[in-house]
């Protein structure tokens, strides 16, 4: 089993940035692919960003594509998504997903994909 802890959300003006982070302990991080989802009131979980823990190989949603990174520190735990040109549009409390996977070049699109979730960090882009 593994614990994720996500930080780094707050307040940011449209057009600022913002880096999201994914504190994971428990068992070993690197069997692990891992996803950031995002949730607006009203609105059902989306994919933001996931990525495969060897390569790694890594995906977006069109929605973010060129402007938000995902990324992973397997010696810290950690995985990461910068988000640059934030728009009032992604404005979601944002979740850290993590799914024990036999292949490390896998990546995985969808909430059922995955085992552990954190609590979100809220992000809130003002216009």
């Known amino acids: 089993q593994v614990q994720v802890v996500e930080s780094g959300g707050g307040l940011v003006q449209a057009g600022g940035s913002l880096r999201l982070s994914c504190a994971a302990s428990?068992?070993?991080?690197?069997?692990?692919?891992m996803g950031w989802f995002r949730q607006a009131p009203g609105k059902e979980r989306e994919l933001v960003a996931a990525?495969?823990?060897?390569?790694?190989?890594?995906y977006y949603s069109d929605s973010v594509k060129g402007r938000f990174t995902i990324s992973r520190d397997n010696a810290k735990n950690t995985v990461y998504l910068q988000m640059d040109s934030l728009k009032p549009e992604d404005s979601a409390v944002y979740y850290c997903?993590?799914?024990?996977?036999?292949?490390?070049?896998?990546?995985?699109?969808?909430?059922?994909?995955?085992?552990?979730w954190g609590q979100g960090t809220q992000v809130i882009v003002s216009s």
């Open positions: 428990g068992r070993t991080f690197s069997g692990y692919a």
């Open positions: 990525i495969t823990w060897s390569g790694p190989i890594t």
């Open positions: 997903a993590a799914k024990l996977s036999m292949s490390g070049r896998r990546y995985y699109t969808e909430p059922y994909d995955y085992n552990y």
